[in-house]
């Protein structure tokens, strides 16, 4: 679909037919979410869907989290290209399972399940879902092979295999799968969970082309093509042109000898001109080619560049529902050297590409802060994730993936927000009865980061806390980052706290861990212990509100002689109470800095 065609429908109908197509997402996710097997997808929501056209277009999607966000429909693609490659013909009742991270998909645990959409006999589009898969075989449990060599060794490879051949299950496939992961139970229950999802979207979209008819979907994916395409230009023409440079930095594998490893640098040039907008990796670390901290091209980097854009620029409560649709491609421009740590060759590994995401992320909001710094957020805290593994009296693994919140960047006119993933991850935290209830495992504290915000006009967001014991033997690995760098504030605010993971603290034996390690052996009463990262400020901490000054102390978030010494803001203790006058003394006396972007 060009989107280029002559309009003869009105607005009303293709709005309706693009809602219909949204609910067809809607309703094939939420179907995921309850027939699934595994905490990631029932409770941490680490799942997407997607409908496209026949040429792999675009239609609409539900991403409920971002680092899917626009690359499903490049696993579509890729899925269509190794068909050609194959010499492979579509029929109606096939279904493909795809990961390869240098066809289209986002990293190899991320598995799409690709469903061809058919209405009386001709094929319409495709329908999509994907979801992380907690264990896809792999050198260590979880599939938390972080210290991986190349892509073979992170696990299974599937590359446009047919689950299903016109309607006949291939019961060899799935018992390949079955065969090379740990919990198999629970990753066929995922993946036939998947599979139910997409043909119930299928079958969704065959029933919109029935009601609607061909020319008029086609007429209204066009319009609404063209409207996603029109309202994302008017934003980005609102924004001052020119070239606007930043830098950021993640840990790497901050043990190792090898520099190339460590301090890994991301390079962003954003370019703005009239209504099209460019994003350019140039200068970025080149790609690490033992380690899995690459980001596929396709999958990854395209995906943390639309979080960003959509969440500054298309904001639903400025500008209502902005369907995702190919149509807001049209305005934009992601290039990245090939053998860059943002465009890796095969068959370098990928499959810990989230944290240099969410740097890529960071570094792209801190770019648009010079062109438009009413809307962007100072910087936000890594995500940390740790895999527990062993294996239970009955001989059978167990795997749990726990995501542990971080915090957000505080912006203009808001706070950071505390105890949340952000930008461009955002899944959701596993409730600590379900974790006890699934797993030998127990949670001692989960709370929030007991230290004090980053200070600012408007505060940094505070990370969690967490310590979780092991009952058994077990192993535990982490796919982390945020140790060695903090969030940066913006214009005065300052910067954030790195993250901190350790082993048994407080006991005779402690020891600091780095943010990422992989097997490492857990005895029953071991104990792992994170702080996430707490994230950046945002403006002069002398130029914050006194009085929200003196609400961060009632709540326990910054003490009277941190309100002193940050905010010069005096705080009778006594009456709990401000000191207006004092305040005032202080604050003419001297002025505090920091933190420029």
């Known amino acids: 679909m060009t989107g280029r065609e002559q309009e003869t429908i009105d607005p ?50 539900i991403s409920t989290t971002p680092l899917m966000m626009g690359c499903l429909v ?27 991270a ?43 092979s972080i210290d991986a060599v190349d892509t073979y060794a992170e696990g299974l490879r599937l590359r446009a295999i047919k689950v299903y051949e016109k309607g006949k299950r291939n019961e060899w496939v799935w018992r390949y799968i079955r065969d090379n992961v740990r919990v198999p139970d629970m ?28 020319e008029n979907v086609a007429q209204a994916t066009a319009w609404l093509a063209d409207y996603s395409e029109r309202m994302l230009r008017e934003a980005i ?50 790609q690490v080619p033992d380690r899995c901290i690459n980001m596929p091209f396709e999958g990854t980097v395209h995906t943390c560049v639309m979080t960003v854009v959509r969440s500054l620029l298309l904001d639903e409560a400025i500008h209502g529902f902005i369907p995702q649709n190919d149509g807001i491609w049209r305005a934009i421009k992601v290039t990245a050297p090939l053998g860059s740590i943002a465009n890796p060759t095969f068959p370098t590994a990928t499959i810990a590409r989230f944290q240099t995401g969410q740097c890529l992320a960071n570094t792209l909001m ?19 994730a740790f895999i527990y593994a062993g294996v239970a009296p009955t001989g059978s693994h167990w795997v749990f993936f726990d995501l542990l919140d971080s915090s957000h960047g505080a912006m203009d006119g808001m706070d950071g927000y505390d105890a949340v993933d952000s930008l461009y991850i955002n899944t959701r935290n596993v409730p600590i009865e379900d974790i006890e209830s699934h797993y030998p495992v127990r949670v001692l504290e989960s709370q929030l980061r007991l230290d004090e915000p980053a200070p600012g006009k408007f505060r940094g967001g505070l990370g969690t806390q967490r310590a979780l014991q092991h009952l058994g033997h077990g192993w535990c690995s982490a796919e982390s980052d945020g140790t060695v760098h903090a969030p940066w504030g913006l214009f005065g605010g300052s910067a954030g706290r790195v993250a901190e993971i350790s082993i048994n603290p407080g006991s005779v034996n402690p020891r600091r861990l780095d ?23 945002y403006g002069d901490p002398l130029e914050r509100d006194p009085q929200k000054v003196l609400s961060d102390y009632l709540d326990d978030l910054i003490s009277a002689e941190s309100a002193r010494r940050d905010y010069k803001v005096v705080i009778d203790v006594q009456h709990k109470a401000l000191d207006l006058a ?4 202080l604050r003419a006396e001297r002025h505090v800095g920091g933190g420029q972007p």
């Open 102 to 144: 240098y066809y289209g998909a986002s990293h190899s645990p991320d598995i799409a399940i690709v469903t061809p959409a058919f209405h009386r006999g001709e094929l319409i589009g495709f329908a999509v879902t994907q979801a992380h898969a907690i264990d896809t075989g792999g050198s260590k449990p979880g599939s938390s």
């Open 74 to 100: 490049f696993c579509v693609r890729g899925v269509m290209k190794l068909v050609k490659e194959l010499g492979d013909t579509i029929y109606e009742g096939d279904v493909w399972i795809h990961n390869d």
């Open 515 to 537: 943010s990422k390690f992989t097997g490492l052996a857990m005895k029953p009463g071991d104990v792992l212990y994170c702080r996430t990262g707490s994230s950046g400020a």
């Open 237 to 286: 023409a609102r924004l001052p042109d020119g070239v606007y440079c930043a830098e950021g930095f993640c840990d790497g594998y901050p043990a190792e000898d090898d520099p190339l490893k460590k301090n890994i640098k991301i390079a962003v040039t954003l370019t703005i001109s009239g209504s099209e907008l460019s994003v350019d990796l140039t200068g970025s670390a080149a």
């Open 582 to 585: 004092a305040t005032h003394r």
């Open 12 to 61: 009303i109908t293709a709005q309706v037919i693009g809602g219909r197509f949204y609910s067809a997402c809607l309703e094939a996710g939420r179907k995921l979410q309850r027939m699934s097997f595994s905490s990631i997808i029932r409770e941490s929501e680490d799942y997407g869907v997607v409908l496209t056209d026949a040429e792999g277009h675009q239609l609409t999607e």
């Open 187 to 214: 990753i066929i229950g995922d993946l036939e969970a998947q599979v139910a999802a997409a043909n119930l979207a299928a079958e969704r979209y065959a029933q919109i082309m029935e009601e609607f008819g061909k």
């Open 366 to 384: 801190k770019a648009f802060s010079q062109a438009a710094p009413e809307l962007a957020c100072a910087g936000c805290a890594h995500l940390c």
